[in-house]
């Protein structure tokens, strides 16, 4: 995340510097009254390229903060009379711990809790079960995470939900 931020500030910095670079062109073009039209439409161009540059990179670099630490991978699944939480990785571990929470929708809309349950495991995988009976014509939504603590001290916690 550390990395993130220091990528982003050298981004803003850059794009500091380039905007004041071209308020100076433009201002000694205004002073002087020597630049051209097709020497301005030039410069618009070549301005607006570099802001739009600076806008994809910043994009990209925001895509890269949410890579996991690990290759590592969390499911959830919801049956006609049992829910389940897999959580996976190819990545030295410690330990995983996985949770899952089921809701059921209400009459009005609303979601309300129904069932939960958690495990945890020293092996690559993990995962956990609970029954539940789901009633016809009713929405469920399982919501889980996975905390995978790694073997070099790194840790990470994945998310996700599922509706049925």
């Given at each position: ?33 020597c630049m051209s039209m097709s020497k301005k439409r030039l ?83 993990c995962m956990v079960s609970s029954s539940f009976n789901t ?30």
């Amino acid at each position: 995340m550390e990395n993130l931020k220091n990528f982003l500030l050298k981004i803003e910095t850059k794009r500091m510097r380039i905007a004041l670079i071209i308020q100076r062109l433009l201002l000694g073009a205004k002073k002087r009254r020597c630049m051209s039209m097709s020497k301005k439409r030039l410069l618009s161009i070549v301005v607006s390229a570099v802001i739009l540059l600076s806008f994809a990179c910043t994009a990209m670099a925001a895509e890269k903060s949410e890579r996991y630490v690990g290759d590592s991978t969390v499911n959830g699944s919801i049956y006609q009379t049992y829910y389940q939480v897999d959580a996976q990785t190819r990545t030295g571990v410690k330990k995983i711990s996985v949770s899952g929470v089921l809701y059921e929708k209400g009459t009005i809309g609303t979601w309300q809790k129904v069932s939960s349950c958690s495990n945890s495991s020293t092996t690559s995988t993990c995962m956990v079960s609970s029954s539940f009976n789901t009633k016809p014509g009713k929405s469920y939504r399982l919501e889980y995470s996975a905390t995978f603590s790694y073997s070099d001290g790194r840790s990470e916690t994945i998310t996700g939900s599922t509706s049925r």
